[in-house]
């Protein structure tokens, strides 16, 4: 167990390991090493200096991230899916996202919990809304996209597996990201009909990604808007909105429960999963820092608990309110309208 001088200081310094591992995607360190190499030869193949490219290559190495060989360093097989560019579960898009993001505006954390908001326009010098201005550039939707889709795996497998859609007929994803859920739902259950619904720049890179997975037929894809109720008519008995309410504030949360409610057809489903904190706010660590993030970098974004998501659910009319746990990191939250 870490003594507390190696506790502070260590977390104080994480950021070494973090901004090396951002560093070995963004010089191409991992592709360079994939099959074995010499440093002197991943150097070359990267464009870097001998000296400073092997100080690079051995801090990865004592991280896990790069093995040592004979002949010098290797990609560990267990790593290659997140660590290649081809691998099934490339994780460079958080990479370059943190990097571009997230890095920056958690420089202003404090400032953020001093003001109790976002730290967008001091940091970017920007002053549009966080999706108006991350979905802005279509490089930055794609990472966004990509690396979200990976997190999302194991609820996508549990819930697929786990929840039971034999009551429904029909499917809605709104916020789909990479139309992954509803991919997956429509897998296991081929009989559904299934839409996806996301703001209009990131419909545009969705109706991209189905396509290229020959789904553009199967698939419909609505524009909407949550926040401001432009939303299309909804006819989908089951729909569900993924890790999206923790982007707002509980007003906002409010006003999107309100407008969901509204848009939904008589005696229709609605699950929003989210990762809530303990109900006696002890935890989880990681949901505890993404409020955090949430606030420098989203729109009054916050963390609740299980119990305060809930009770919006009911006070925008919601019945049979309820949660559920699944073997994956999410809760799902669960009304229907009579």
Known sequence: MDTPLAHVSGTLLSFFNAQALISGYELGIFEAARD????REICATCALPESSGQQLLIALATMGFLSRTQAGFALPADLRPYLLRDGAAYMGGLARH???FLYPLWGQAAAGIRENRNQREKVFNDPRKWFEMLYSDPADVADFHAFLSVLADPFVESF??????????????IGSGRAALPRAVLAANPRLDA???DLPEAATHMRKELAQAGMDGRIAVYEGDVITGNLPEISADLVHMGWMLHDYSAETQAT???NLFAALP???TFIASETPLDDDLSGPAFVALLSINMLVSCDGGIESTTGQYLERFRAAGFVNVRAASLAGPRVLLIGEKP
């Open 195 to 197: 839409a996806v619904c």
């Open 36 to 39: 074995g190499a010499e440093a």
């Open 160 to 173: 697929t597996r786990d929840f039971d859609f034999t009551p429904y007929r029909s499917f809605l994803d």
């Open 256 to 258: 999107i429960l309100s």
């Open 98 to 100: 943190a990097a571009k």
């Open 266 to 268: 008589p005696k229709a």
